[in-house]
């Protein structure tokens, strides 16, 4: 048995066997000390605390059948730039493009570099410690029989917030995998009859949470819009 088929016996890689003549020979698979290695905290702040940079596609690139080796007049690429809490996305927008300028200078290329921006949004991040959100948690732990995990997301909803002047609060129904926005979109009949037991109770919680009216409150309110202007 050779080293690689080895490494792949353990438990981490029971399917290698009948994967063995498919797509995935020979690549060698992590054992259990190399996943360890990657730091759980930096994985999650990387996917929901910092920025990052999606590509949409490559149009007027050669995609017909063949292996023709001429190239475009002319390539347009489209990518997004998801942006975080802080980050307004006008300045952002004007520091992506700049350095992008500044790549295409530097090459010395003689083709001509243009961009344009579509448009933008700024980010939304929402305070779980406010009653609206306590109701929420309340709401679903009582349907679904679980804590619900507190996540940060690609959600961009701060117009709420500006029109109303108070916190939103962004329910899930679906599952990560129910191609949210995309063909084939999907909705398990589970999540929906238990979607509408969450909202039910969630308004039954919001409903009978008590309101203070003291000054200790209006001040806290107070801090919260400050902090809510700083988020959107």
């Known amino acids: 048995m050779s080293k690689y088929e080895t490494a792949c016996s353990s438990k981490i890689c029971t399917t290698h066997q009948s994967r063995k003549k498919s797509f995935y020979f020979p690549v060698l698979c992590p054992l259990v000390p190399g996943l360890q290695s ?124 500006e029109s109303t002047k108070k916190d939103v609060i962004l329910i899930p129904m679906g599952q990560s995998l129910d191609f949210q926005h995309e063909n084939n979109e999907r909705l398990a009949i589970r999540n929906y009859i238990n979607g509408i037991k969450v909202f039910i109770n969630y308004f039954f919680e919001l409903a009978s949470a008590e309101n203070e009216d003291s000054e200790e409150e209006e001040q806290r309110q107070n801090e919260r819009e400050k902090w809510r202007l700083k988020m959107v």
């Open 38 to 161: 990657y730091d759980k905290v930096d994985l999650l702040r990387r996917r929901w605390c910092l920025p990052s940079i999606s590509i949409h596609g490559i149009e007027h690139s050669f995609d017909k059948p063949g292996a023709p080796t001429l190239i475009s007049r002319k390539v347009m690429g489209k990518f997004s730039v998801r942006v975080v809490p802080a980050q307004p996305p006008k300045k952002i927008a004007q520091k992506v493009k700049a350095y992008l300028e500044q790549l295409h200078q530097l090459r010395g290329s003689p083709n001509r570099l243009e961009i344009k921006i579509f448009r933008d949004g700024r980010p939304f991040l929402g305070d779980h410690t406010v009653k609206n959100y306590q109701a929420a948690a309340r709401a679903i732990t009582r349907v679904w029989q679980k804590e619900p995990d507190l996540t940060r997301d690609g959600a961009a909803i701060p117009v709420a917030i």
